[in-house]
């Protein structure tokens, strides 16, 4: 699964070298993605890499080679919307919701709230995300509170002072603010998604591990959105 970004930059990608059978410049991507520095680009380079999109080839100015192209698109690439990575403020469908009590016109299900698990998150270098419902948890109410709520499986260790773990799952409630201090979801121009912890300092956002091996991001606010604030984990032993 791609991110929108991601998916652009190959179908770029993938379009030039057909074309005149050379990839094009870091500059150009940049243009054409309407990014604000080529360090962007670097990172989608690098998830398309890791994802095993494409190929960097040793030695060779501007040598970048198409491997394979997502399963869901035709080999042209052409004339199809790009694949959707993970964005919570984007989730289709019901979330897991526990109304207030003045709202509940019948019991809970003994199985309790019905939550989707919505994919992976980041606690360590930043990974895109999935935006496939791949299960439902059914989750005490009381582990929730009110609104609507998502869950996601941990991927890395930033978190691990926090005592969340690799493999854990954490109860995410839907919300585009929180405090200094709390457990956000973040998603950092619109393709990184992460599991940090806020910190305000003036204008800027700061993202926080915890564990001392990973250092504290910190970002303009226009480049960091809140998809949701941690409520509860989840853990098989």
Known sequence: MLTRKQYELLRFIHERVTETGVPPSF???????????????HRL????????????????????????????????????????GFSPSVIEGNLGRVRPP????????????????????????????IQNRSNTLHVPPEMLGSGEHYALEVRGDSMIEAGILDGDTVLIRKCQTADTGDIIVALIDD?????????????????????????????GPDRVQIQGRLVGLMRRY
């Open 27 to 41: 500059d150009e991507m940049k243009d054409a993605l309407d990014l604000r520095s080529k360090s962007g680009i």
């Open 45 to 84: 380079i690098t998830a398309l890499e890791e994802r095993g999109f494409i190929r960097r080839l040793p030695n060779r100015a501007r040598a970048l080679e198409v491997v394979r192209l997502p399963e869901t698109v035709t080999p042209s690439l052409a004339g199809r919307s790009p694949a959707r």
């Open 102 to 129: 003045s709202e509940n016109a019948e019991e809970a299900s003994p199985e309790g709230v019905a939550v989707p698990l919505m994919g992976r998150i980041a606690a360590g270098t930043p990974i895109s995300a």
């Open 191 to 219: 393709e990184e998604a992460t599991l940090k912890r806020l910190r305000k300092k003036g204008a800027s956002i700061a993202l926080e591990a915890a564990n001392p091996a990973y250092e504290t991001r910190i970002f």
